[in-house]
């Protein structure tokens, strides 16, 4: 059993920035992917960036390429998403994903394993 809990989210200008965060806790060992999805209001939750604990590969969706980053901290158990210069279509509610699978895209297809969610609003 692995627990997800997500932080870092808020309401920021346009242009603003967050860092959302994703600790883990239980039974992590063994973990091999890391994501984060989004989901707006009256939309499907998508692909926003996902990482490889084993070889830090990154994916990224492309509307948030260059715009943002995600990283891990492995002796904190913690995955972050760095968002930069945000856009009002960026508000949504995070979700951390566990064991999301990477596809040849370059994108990953979430696994059933959630976090809770953060809201990020971004206003103009």
């Known amino acids: 059993q692995v627990d997800l809990v997500e932080s870092g989210g808020g309401s920021v200008q346009a242009g603003g920035f967050l860092r959302l965060s994703c600790a883990a806790s239980?039974?992590?060992?063994?973990?091999?992917?890391v994501g984060w999805f989004r989901q707006a209001p009256g939309k499907e939750r998508e692909f926003v960036a996902g990482i490889s604990l084993r070889d830090d590969s990154t994916y990224y969706e492309n509307s948030v390429k260059g715009r943002v980053t995600i990283s891990k901290d492995s002796a904190k158990n913690t995955v972050y998403l760095q968002m930069n210069s945000l856009k009002p279509e960026d508000t949504a509610v995070y979700y951390c994903?566990?064991?999301?699978?990477?596809?040849?895209?370059?994108?990953?297809?979430?696994?059933?394993?959630w976090g809770q969610g953060t809201q990020v609003t971004v206003s103009s």
């Open positions: 239980g039974r992590t060992f063994g973990v091999r992917t």
């Open positions: 994903n566990l064991e999301p699978i990477p596809t040849n895209d370059g994108t990953m297809i979430p696994s059933n394993y």
